[in-house]
């Protein structure tokens, strides 16, 4: 009997041993595909981050040249589908992150192609040259956090145009020029209600 009960025990502590370590596979394979997964998202981040620079240093190249170089692009690059992808590896966190900068660049470009149509086709390029900054860099400090949340492997730039510091650069250039924007307009409207205050009734 005795013996019984210590080859039973013996039976269920392999079986135990077993299914800890089929759980530890299951959890390495899962922390191997959210990386790939990882990766991938990184990939289509970056390559949407280098179009927008590119189209926002065209746009400034048009606009400085008086249209004889660049283009005068006015809508910012389509974010890649990504819909065949398993959004779970990554968690709803990001998988959020990812989903509302398309969203938001979907409304972005619906807007200035109204703007384009029905008001200012110069201001329209204008916003998407400022635009392609904006979402460009935010697409780049998703891909930053992505990197080193899952421990990726930084790409080598060897002496390449670096996108992640020049949409940096440009997009701090842009808030920085909507700030002084908004300020004057407050001048302005403060003006025309003192104005409005001080003439005779």
């Known amino acids: 009997m005795a013996d019984f009960i210590q080859v039973l025990g013996g039976g269920i502590t392999g079986a135990l041993l077993?299914?800890?370590l089929i759980f530890l596979k299951e959890k390495?394979?899962?922390?191997?595909?959210?990386?790939?997964?990882?990766?991938f998202f990184?990939?289509?981040?970056?390559?949407?981050?280098?179009?927008c620079a590119d189209r926002h240093q065209q746009s400034a190249q048009w606009e400085h040249s008086n249209g004889e170089h660049g283009q005068p692009w006015r809508t910012v690059?389509?974010?890649?589908?990504?819909?065949?992808?398993?959004?779970?590896?990554?968690?709803?966190?990001?998988?959020?992150?990812?989903?509302q900068l398309r969203s938001a660049i979907?409304?972005?470009?619906?807007?200035?192609?109204a703007i384009f149509e029905f008001i200012d086709g110069e201001e329209a390029v204008k916003m998407?040259?400022?635009?392609?900054?904006?979402?460009?860099?935010r697409a780049m400090t998703i891909t930053s956090h992505l990197y080193r949340r899952f421990k990726l492997k930084l790409p080598a730039t060897n002496g390449d145009w670096n996108v992640?510091?020049?949409?940096?650069?440009?997009?701090?250039?842009?808030k920085a020029a909507r700030l002084k924007e908004e300020a004057r307009q407050r001048e302005f409207e403060a003006s025309v209600v003192t104005a409005a205050n001080e003439t005779p009734r």
């Open 28 to 39: 390495a394979s899962e922390r191997g595909d959210a990386k790939i997964t990882a990766a």
């Open 18 to 20: 077993t299914q800890g």
């Open 106 to 113: 979907s409304g972005r470009n619906a807007e200035l192609e």
């Open 77 to 99: 690059p389509d974010l890649a589908p990504m819909e065949k992808t398993n959004w779970r590896h990554i968690g709803i966190d990001d998988t959020q992150r990812i989903i």
């Open 42 to 51: 990184a990939a289509e981040l970056e390559a949407f981050a280098f179009a």
């Open 164 to 174: 992640r510091e020049y949409l940096e650069r440009e997009w701090k250039a842009v």
């Open 128 to 137: 998407g040259s400022d635009s392609c900054a904006e979402y460009g860099h």
